[in-house]
Nanobody
């Protein structure tokens, strides 16, 4: 199993970024996927999750209305569109494969920094 995130970077408050996570080594369409983040000195937290077929999605309250999770099972990719970014969104973002609703494999992470 391999999960490779990309798309992080430095963005000003109010800006947007789209994160991508390309999966390999398993049948992508059979698994739910999720995005998590970890800010310095804080625990890793769930940002958003999506079911295997993409019909069901969930979001942390802190990102509802600003972030959108989606997936392309033909491209083995899960996305996180992040709009109206705030300084408190600064963190390392990780994608994860879910098994029985829990992450079982993680990517290496991509840094998102929101700063003017």
């Amino acid at each position: 199993v391999q999960l490779v995130e990309s798309g992080g970077g430095l963005v000003q408050p109010g800006g947007s970024l789209r994160l991508s996570c390309v999966a390999s080594g398993f049948t992508f369409g059979n698994y739910g996927m999720s995005w998590h983040r970890q800010a310095p000195g804080k625990e890793r937290e769930l940002v958003a999750g999506i079911s295997s077929g993409g019909l069901f999605k969930k979001y942390a309250d802190s990102v509802k209305g600003r972030f959108t999770i989606s997936r392309d099972n033909g491209e083995n990719t899960v996305y996180l569109q992040m709009n109206s970014l705030k300084s408190e969104d600064t963190a390392v973002y990780y994608c994860a494969r879910n098994f029985n609703l829990r992450p079982d494999y993680w990517g290496q992470g991509t840094q998102v920094t929101v700063s003017s």
